[in-house]
C-alpha cells in the first residue's frame, strides 16, 4: 500500500480557493512564448530587407516591432501582477494552515520542542517555497512548450540547422545534472541551520538581561558569532554550488550558440539559408537551452523546496495531540491516581507510585519543597505527558484515552510562568474571545486585577511578554483568565507566588469560595489558617506521596508536614 504524502495537504492548501489565479498566471506567462517569436521573426526579417535595401519592408517591421514592444510591456505587467496576487494567496493559506496544524499538537509539545524550529519554518522557509516550488512551477509549464514551439518554428526554416541545435542542447543538461542532487541536500542544510540560528537569538535575546547583569555581554556575542559565522558557512556553500552548476551550464550553453552560429555560418555559405535565418537561430538558441538547462535545476529547485513542506509536516506530526474520547465538561465522581510514576528521562523519575484521589467540589492542597514533583504532578493532570505508568482516571476513564480537547473544557491551569500577549488587558483575560461584561468584570474583581483595570484602564497595552505589567499584575491577569473560564477542575501551581501577601490571601480566599469546582492547589505559602480550609492536603516529598490528610490531621501527625510548616509557615495574619 502506498505511504501518504505527508506534504499534500499543505499543497491543497496553497491551491484552495486559488486555482483559478494559477491557471491565469500560467496563461499569461505562456503568451509569452508567441512574442519571443515574433522578436526573433523581427531582427532575423530586419537583417534581410537590409541586405536586400527594401526600405518599405523595412518601415513595415518597425512598426509590427513598436507593437512588439507594447504587447510584450503589458504582458509582462499583467503576469507579475497575477503572480504576486497568486504566491501572496497561496503563501498566505499554507502558512494559515500550517499554524493550525501546529496548533493541534499536544500540549506538552511546546514544552519539549524549541520554538526555533516554528520561526524558521513559518518565515524563512516560506520565502523559499514560494519562490522554488511555486514560482518554478509556471516556469515548468512554460519552457518545454517554449521548446517545442521554438522546434517547430526552426523546422520551418531549416530541418538541418535545427537537427544540429537539438543535439548541441545535450551540453548544458550534463552540466546540470551533475549538480542537481547536491543543490537539494545543501537547501535542506541552509534550512536547518536557519532553525538553529533563530533558536540562539530567540534564546540570548529573551535571556538579555541576565546576560547584562552578569556582564556576559563578550561570551554571548561569541555565542552570536559562532551560531552566525556557520549559518554564513553553509550559505556560501550553497551559493558556491549554485554558482558552479550556473557556470558549467552557462559556459557549455556559449559553446552550443557558438555551434550553432558557425554551422549556420557554413550553411549561409553554402545558399541553403539567409544571414537573418541564422541571427533568428542564434536568438533562439536559448529558448532550446533553456529547458535543458533549467529544467533540471528547477527540478532540483522545486525538490529541495518540497522537502521543506515535509519537514514542516513532520514538525506538526511529532509530538501530535493524540487522539481520543470526549468526556463532559463535569467531574460527576473523582479524578483518581493509582501508583503514577514517571520521569522526563526513563532513569531519573520524578514521582513514584502516587496515589491520590481529588472528589468532585472539593478543595485540595499540594505541599512539598521544591523540586519534589508538585509541578509535574499538575501537568500530568492537564494531559501534558502521556508516559507515565499506573493509572491516572477522570470519572473513571483514563486520562491518555481522553480527547486532550474535551480535557481542556474541564480543567484549568493557573501556572507559576505567565505569559501575556502584546494587547490590551482585556483581550489577556478573555484570550481574544468574546464573553459577558458581566462575567469579565467578576473574574477581574475575584483576581484581585480590579485595582490595576481602574489605574491603567482595560485597554491598556501589556507589552511584549507583558512588560508593561509587574509580576503580580501579570499574575493575576492568569487568575482572571482561569476565573473566567469557569471549568469544573481548577488546578494552580503556585498561583499566588509572586504577589504580596495581603493579595495572595485574598484571592486564595476568593478561589476557596468557588462552589462546584474542584481545586488542587500547589503552594509553598504555609499559611495555618488558609491550608485548614482546605478538605484534604497532599504532602510530597522527593516524587513519594508521604502523607495526606486534613491541616489538624497532618499537624498532630508530627510527620514531615509539621517539620515543613515550623520551619516555614507564614505567621497568621
Not at 506534504?7 to 500560467?26: D, H, I, K, S
Not at 512574442?35 to 537583417?47: H, K, P, Q, R, Y
Not at 514560482?135 to 523546422?155: D, G, R, S, W, Y
Amino acid at each position: 500500500m502506498r505511504k501518504p504524502d505527508p506534504a499534500q495537504p499543505y499543497v491543497r492548501a496553497m491551491l484552495e480557493r486559488n486555482r483559478l489565479r494559477f491557471l491565469g498566471t500560467a496563461a499569461l506567462r505562456l503568451t509569452e512564448i508567441p512574442s519571443m517569436l515574433a522578436v526573433s521573426w523581427l531582427l532575423g526579417e530586419v537583417i534581410d530587407a537590409v541586405g536586400t535595401g527594401n526600405r518599405t519592408r523595412l518601415l513595415r517591421l518597425l512598426w509590427a516591432a513598436a507593437g512588439v514592444v507594447v504587447f510584450l510591456g503589458v504582458e509582462e505587467t499583467l503576469y507579475y501582477r497575477a503572480l504576486s496576487a497568486c504566491l501572496g494567496r497561496a503563501l498566505t493559506q499554507y502558512k494559515s494552515y500550517a499554524f493550525r496544524r501546529l496548533s493541534e499538537k499536544g500540549i506538552g509539545a511546546f514544552a519539549r520542542e524549541s520554538t526555533g524550529r516554528y520561526l524558521s519554518v513559518l518565515t524563512g522557509d516560506v520565502s523559499v517555497i514560494g519562490s522554488d516550488y511555486l514560482q518554478t512551477l509556471f516556469e515548468l509549464i512554460m519552457l518545454p512548450l517554449n521548446f517545442a514551439a521554438t522546434l517547430v518554428f526552426l523546422l520551418a526554416y531549416s530541418p538541418a540547422l535545427t537537427g544540429a541545435a537539438v543535439i548541441l542542447c545535450v551540453l548544458p543538461f550534463l552540466g546540470v545534472a551533475l549538480f542537481g542532487p547536491e543543490l537539494s541536500r545543501r537547501e535542506k542544510a541552509l534550512s536547518d541551520a536557519g532553525e538553529g540560528f533563530i533558536s540562539r537569538i530567540r534564546d540570548l535575546l529573551s535571556g538579555f538581561a541576565v546576560i547584562k547583569s552578569f556582564k556576559s555581554e563578550k561570551e554571548a556575542g561569541r555565542i552570536f558569532d559562532g551560531e552566525n559565522r556557520r549559518l554564513e558557512q553553509v550559505r556560501s556553500r550553497r551559493l558556491l554550488w549554485r554558482g558552479a552548476m550556473r557556470g558549467v551550464g552557462g559556459s557549455l550553453s556559449v559553446i552550443m550558440q557558438f555551434g550553432i552560429f558557425f554551422i549556420g555560418a557554413y550553411l549561409t555559405l553554402r545558399g541553403r539559408i539567409t544571414v537573418g535565418t541564422v541571427l533568428i537561430f542564434t536568438n533562439l538558441s536559448n529558448s532550446l537551452i533553456q529547458p535543458v538547462q533549467q529544467i533540471p535545476q528547477l527540478l532540483a529547485q522545486r525538490k529541495a523546496a518540497r522537502g521543506l513542506i515535509v519537514k514542516m509536516a513532520d514538525i506538526a506530526a511529532e509530538n501530535a495531540a493524540r487522539s481520543g474520547e470526549p468526556v463532559a465538561p463535569v467531574l460527576r465522581d473523582a479524578i483518581e491516581l493509582r501508583d503514577v510514576s514517571f520521569g522526563y528521562e526513563a532513569d531519573k523519575p520524578v514521582l513514584r507510585d502516587v496515589s491520590m484521589r481529588l472528589e468532585a467540589g472539593k478543595r485540595y492542597a499540594l505541599v512539598g519543597a521544591s523540586g519534589s514533583g508538585k509541578s509535574t504532578l499538575l501537568n500530568l493532570l492537564m494531559g501534558g505527558c502521556d508516559g507515565y505508568q499506573g493509572s491516572l482516571t477522570v470519572d473513571g476513564k483514563e486520562l491518555r484515552e481522553i480527547d486532550p480537547d474535551s480535557l481542556y473544557d474541564l480543567e484549568s491551569l493557573i501556572g507559576q510562568s505567565v505569559f501575556l500577549f502584546d494587547d490590551t488587558v482585556r483581550r489577556n483575560i478573555t484570550m481574544f474571545r468574546d464573553f459577558p461584561k458581566e462575567a469579565v468584570d467578576s473574574a477581574v474583581e475575584r483576581s484581585g486585577l480590579g485595582p490595576v483595570i481602574r489605574e491603567k484602564g482595560a485597554d491598556y497595552r501589556c507589552g511584549e511578554g507583558g512588560q508593561g505589567l509587574s509580576g503580580g499584575e501579570r499574575q493575576r491577569v492568569s487568575i482572571a483568565r482561569a476565573l473566567l473560564r469557569g471549568t469544573p477542575v481548577l488546578l494552580l501551581d503556585e498561583a499566588t507566588a509572586s504577589l504580596d501577601n495581603e493579595t495572595a490571601r485574598r484571592i486564595t480566599e476568593s478561589v476557596l469560595a468557588l462552589s462546584g469546582i474542584t481545586r488542587l492547589a500547589a503552594t509553598h505559602r504555609l499559611d495555618g489558617e488558609v491550608l485548614a480550609r482546605y478538605d484534604r492536603i497532599f504532602v510530597l516529598r522527593d516524587g513519594h506521596l508521604a502523607e495526606q490528610g486534613s491541616f489538624d490531621e497532618l499537624m498532630a501527625k508530627k510527620g514531615w508536614f509539621y517539620s515543613l510548616y515550623t520551619v516555614s509557615a507564614e505567621p497568621a495574619a
